[in-house]
Each structure stands twice: as C-alpha cells, then as structure tokens.
T-cell receptor
Framework: EAGVAQSPRYKIIEKRQSVAFWCNPI?????LYWYQQILGQGPKLLIQ????????DSQLPKDRFSAERLKGVDSTLKIQPAKLEDSAVYLC???????????FGSGTQLSVL | QKEVEQDPGPLSVPEGAIVSLNCTYS??????FMWYRQYSRKGPELLMY????GNKEDGRFTAQVDKSSKYISLFIRDSQPSDSATYLC?????????????FGTGTQLKVEL
C-alpha cells in the first residue's frame, strides 16, 4: 500500500515570498490533515479536511495560510507571504475516518531566510 | 503551562537497556493516549494507542496510563539501535475531538552498541 506522498521534500525561500506544498493521501482515506512541526516541538494541527470540506482550521493563520482539497483527494497548503517563523516541517497525514489511525507523510522542510 | 509536557532529552542508553519515556498533561478532557515514533527526516508513525488507565503491552513496548496523576509512560525493553528515534506522546479528547491530537515536544532517544 502506497503511503502519504508529499512534495517538495525541501524548500528554501526568502521572507515575503510565497510557497505551496502538495499532498496525496492514501487512496480511499477521507480525512486529511496538515500539521506544522517546528524544530524541537511536536506537530501542531493546522487544518483538517473530511473529504473536501474543512472540519477544523482553528489554528490556521488565515491571514497568510490557505489550504484546499479539491475533489476530496489531493491537497495543497499555501503560505503567502512567508515569515521567518514559518520555518518548519509541514506534515500531511491521512486516515480512513476522523477517529481512525493517522498515517503521516515524510513532510516538506521549509526554510525561510 | 503547556497542555502536554515531555522531557526533550536527548536520552542515550546502551543496547539492551530498559527505556522509560514520560509525559504529563494538564487537560483532564484527554481520554485517548498515543505514542508515536519519528525517525530523522520522516513523519511520525503510531506505536501504541491506549484509552483506559493501566498497562498495554505490544512486544517490547509497554504503554502505561495513570489518569489520576495525568501521567503516561512508554517502556521499551531490550532496547535496540533501531529504536533510536524521537518519541512523541499525543492525546485527544473523546467524542468530537476527532483526531485533533495534542503532541508533546518529543524525547530524542539514542541506543548505542
């Protein structure tokens, strides 16, 4: 079974630039999550989708972050404009349903200079 | 005060040692408790999942929950170099919480030959 795919693997940008991350969840998984993991910290949930609808985006900085999940499959997370404090690993995870085991991708490591 | 506190380590032990990893939490609404293992440059993977107070064993791993003290532990017996990773505790409230996990900061473990 293929895992959660994320790209790019690494991204380096300057502050105030924009960046986008892509996630392809495990086939058939209805629930998709984006987590932010800052160095030395645990992952923090940014947004949760159930199919193509948003379940929870309470911790998403909506002035600069946006996410979408078109057709309930792939998802993109965008940051515009980026700040230095956005440097982190952005993890995508999926699960068959909202209360089931999460499967994480390897993440996109973002460095904002 | 953070909702979940975890000693960041790093923790270095010889091969074959018993390892004890711990988390404390302040939110009594947390009812589901998990331990994730995260290898360098990889996403977290679920190791153990518990609900009730007491012990749960899976091979060399034992998860322990003490809800009265708001304290959870992960024990690793006969530790191996392949156990070298960061261990994250995570927890979530019951119904309505979905998979909105609150993670600890992670404990970095190194098992040396």
């Amino acid at each position: 079974e293929a895992g959660v795919a994320q790209s790019p693997r690494y991204k380096i940008i300057e502050k105030r630039q924009s960046v986008a991350f892509w996630c392809n969840p495990i086939s058939g998984h209805a629930t998709l999550y984006w987590y932010q993991q800052i160095l030395g910290q645990g992952p923090k949930l940014l947004i949760q989708f159930q199919n193509n609808g948003v379940v929870d985006d309470s911790q998403l900085p909506k002035d600069r972050f946006s996410a979408e999940r078109l057709k309930g499959v792939d998802s993109t997370l965008k940051i515009q404009p980026a700040k230095l404090e956005d440097s982190a690993v952005y993890l995508c995870a999926s699960s068959p349903g909202q209360k089931e085991k999460l499967f994480f991708g390897s993440g996109t490591q973002l460095s904002v200079l | 005060q953070k909702e979940v506190e975890q000693d960041p380590g790093p923790l270095s032990v010889p091969e074959g040692a018993i390892v004890s990893l711990n988390c404390t939490y302040s939110n009594s609404a947390f009812q589901y408790f998990m331990w994730y293992r995260q290898y360098s440059r990889k996403g977290p993977e679920l190791l153990m999942y518990t609900y009730s107070s007491g012990n749960k064993e899976d091979g060399r791993f034992t998860a322990q929950v003490d809800k009265s003290s708001k304290y959870i532990s992960l024990f690793i017996r006969d530790s191996q170099p392949s156990d070298s990773a960061t261990y994250l505790c995570a927890m979530t409230p019951p119904s309505g919480g979905g998979n909105k996990l609150t993670f600890g900061t992670g404990t970095q473990l190194k098992v040396e030959l």
